[in-house]
């Protein structure tokens, strides 16, 4: 199982170079299922909810708009949960790069992938 974090699936959805080089690496392999987490999704909405919250009701529009397209990409993918798990996996794992700069979210996202047996794609 490859797991995509935030920045790849950001990747994923704008044309470009670096989307292209991504598919490519994705399709070369075929033998493992490419999946995202409940971060990735948080982090996204995230961004468009602060939008939202910066702007008047009408130029809100488009940033709703936005998140309904973002929940409509994210309909096509299997995005595996923070479960009980997950939360468990994160605690312990956190006093062990407390020091380092490692954020919350991509610190989930990688006790997902510990709980999970799965590889994510990270910069």
Same mark, same amino acid.
Not at 1 to 26: N, W
Not at 44 to 70: C, K, M, S
């Given at each position: ?47 468009? =909810?602060?939008?939202?919250? /910066?702007? $008047? ?11 309904? #397209? !973002? ?21 312990? =794992?956190?006093?062990?790069? /407390?020091? $380092? ?11 997902? #992938? !510990? ?9």
């Amino acid at each position: 199982m490859l797991i995509l974090d935030t920045d790849h699936v950001e990747a994923l959805k704008f044309d470009g170079d670096r989307k292209d080089k991504l598919i490519q690496k994705l399709e070369a392999a075929v033998e493992h299922e490419i999946v995202t987490t409940i971060i990735t999704v948080q982090e996204n909405l995230v961004g468009w =909810l602060n939008q939202i919250n /910066r702007h $008047t009701p009408r130029q809100q529009v488009p940033f709703y708009e936005r998140i309904g #397209a !973002l929940l409509g990409f994210y309909e096509k993918w299997t995005v595996l949960p923070f479960d009980d798990e997950a939360a468990s996996e994160f605690v312990r =794992l956190r006093p062990l790069v /407390r020091k $380092t700069k490692v954020k919350d979210g991509d610190l989930k996202i990688a006790a997902i #992938a !510990l709980c999970n047996d799965g590889i994510v794609l990270t910069r």
